[in-house]
T-cell receptor, first 110, second 114 residues
């Protein structure tokens, strides 16, 4: 399984945008880029996923580099409720399991 | 549409006892996944099941752990003769027909082994 690299932690101020980076230099053509987050004492929650093109949904945006070796999750206006561990995961097509790394712990300051 | 349900939410067992963790997937979901999160660690995949079939058990410990997803009823993760190292949060997730669909996670069962 291809590996992802994320910073251990990041800080943001409330109401400001947050850019969470992820490196995945060994990504293969059949790997989708998924982002999940885990709030304290809760199960993981799906955020967004993409293959090659940038993606937007109500929660966030996903910007994927042209060579697909990196991606960035963008929270447009961070709130205190966005404080969580964010996981960037490569998921090969037709593979059920998710391989979680250590993720990035996001702190949001009021 | 209710989310993924897990029970119990908290379970305390003494060493050597059995632990049974239950997971009811979202309505219409036929794929179930179990993950374990040890204290201060990330989530680790354990097993992937469809109704009456184990599809991928590559993350299951070789002994004492088993999982099933019967035709009727919830999925069960069973841990026999628990040891202190089994203390962890166990999360279940479900997805619809396609195995590559988004996984929806339950709130987890926190197992404490005394």
């Amino acid at each position: 399984d291809a590996k992802t690299t994320q910073p251990n932690s990041m800080e943001s101020n409330e109401e400001e945008p947050v850019h969470l980076p992820c490196n995945h230099s060994t990504i293969s053509g059949t790997d989708y880029i998924h982002w999940y987050r885990q709030l304290p004492s809760q199960g993981p929650e799906y955020v967004i996923h993409g293959l090659t093109s940038n993606v937007n949904n109500r929660m966030a945006s996903l910007a994927i580099a042209e060579d697909r070796k990196s991606s960035t999750l963008i929270l447009h206006r961070a709130t205190l409720r966005d404080a969580a561990v964010y996981y960037c995961i490569l998921r090969r097509v037709n593979t059920g399991k998710l391989i979680f790394g250590q993720g990035t712990t996001l702190q949001v300051k009021p | 549409n209710a989310g993924v349900m897990q029970n119990p939410r908290h379970l305390v067992r003494r060493r050597g006892q059995e632990a049974r963790l239950r997971c009811s997937p979202m309505k219409g979901h036929s794929h179930v996944y179990w993950y374990r999160q040890l204290p201060e660690e990330g989530l680790k995949f354990m097993v992937y099941l469809q109704k009456e079939n184990i599809i991928d058990e590559s993350g299951m410990p070789k002994e004492r752990f088993s999982a099933e997803f019967p035709k009727e009823g919830p999925s069960i993760l069973r841990i026999q003769q628990v040891v202190r190292g089994d203390s962890a949060a166990y999360f279940c997730a479900s997805s619809p027909l396609l195995e590559t669909d988004t996984q929806y996670f339950g709130p987890g069962t926190r197992l404490t082994v005394l």
